[in-house]
């Protein structure tokens, strides 16, 4: 399907279903190997990362556990600039490796509020893994640790990613036509 149209929207087809698992399992590849030793949790955001989480822990050879915090910030096709913890952190991290894995970041706003939620837990570090960097967008100073694909600042749907919170279920990652 090279176009989909979702709601009032039409979308075209910018990353493919084998481009996105090369790049999840390339990412993989780079923490199975940069992590070995740590004691490591996997941070999930939802709703958008529920995919990429999956396929890149079933990548993961390391012993490690995986938990989820729900966050919104978007509204439609925009960023609210607003996030609100909706569910919130049931694990112990003192002293252990995070890595929180985001389905996309943008402005950097969603990451900075959850970097300052998570120092208060006491974590021995944060590292941060997205699927997809808008690197035009990013208007924050943190760290990046692992990045799948650099994308530009178009809207996106598909891979977890929404519109209205349709079009998550789609393989590929749809680009908002013109």
Do not use: W
């Amino acid at each position: 399907m090279n176009k989909v149209k979702v709601l009032d929207k039409e979308f075209v087809v910018s990353i493919t279903k084998d481009k996105i698992q090369d790049a999840v399992r390339k990412m993989a590849d780079k923490m199975n190997a940069d992590l070995k030793g740590k004691d490591i949790i996997f941070m999930g955001i939802l709703n958008g990362s529920f995919m990429f989480a999956a396929d890149l822990f079933r990548q993961i050879k390391l012993d490690c556990r995986i938990t989820f915090l729900k966050l919104a910030s978007y509204q439609g096709t925009t960023s609210s600039g607003n996030v609100k913890r909706l569910i919130g952190l049931h694990e112990d991290i003192k002293g252990k490796t995070v890595i929180v894995l985001e389905d996309i970041v943008d402005t950097g706003i969603t990451l900075d509020n959850i970097k300052k939620q998570l120092i208060g837990y006491e974590p021995e570090e944060i590292k941060i893994a997205t699927f997809l960097f808008k690197p035009d967008a990013y208007q924050k100073d943190i760290p990046i640790d692992y990045v799948g694909i650099e994308i530009p600042n178009d809207f996106i749907i598909g891979y977890g990613l929404d519109y209205d919170g349709f079009g998550r279920n789609l393989e590929e990652i749809y680009t908002l036509a013109v």
